[in-house]
């Protein structure tokens, strides 16, 4: 689906990851538990999911316990 003429914005950090139960809550509006349980706004990945989506790409989240987080932004070339 996608080329090597797409963009790739990357994001990284080295905080506790997301539970794999929690990947698919991140990117839902107000849907997000932060890791220590207090609850989070949640917009922010939601609203760049949905601008990356509008414009034909995709955003993937790599994640694990106690390594970090990281996520990939793929914008295609048009």
Do not use: C, H, W
């Not at 990947?23 to 349980?37: A, E, M, T, W």
């Not at 609203?47 to 994640?63: D, F, H, M, P, Y």
């Amino acid at each position: 689906m996608f080329n090597t003429k797409s963009m790739v914005f990357e994001v990284a950090d080295n905080g506790p990851g997301i539970p794999e139960e929690m990947k698919d809550l991140i990117f839902k509006p107000l849907g997000y538990s932060s890791y220590n349980g207090g609850k989070s706004q949640g917009m922010g990945l939601y609203l760049v999911k949905e601008a990356v989506r509008r414009g034909g790409g995709r955003i993937a989240v790599q994640s694990e316990s106690d390594r970090g987080t990281t996520i990939r932004i793929f914008i295609p070339f048009r």
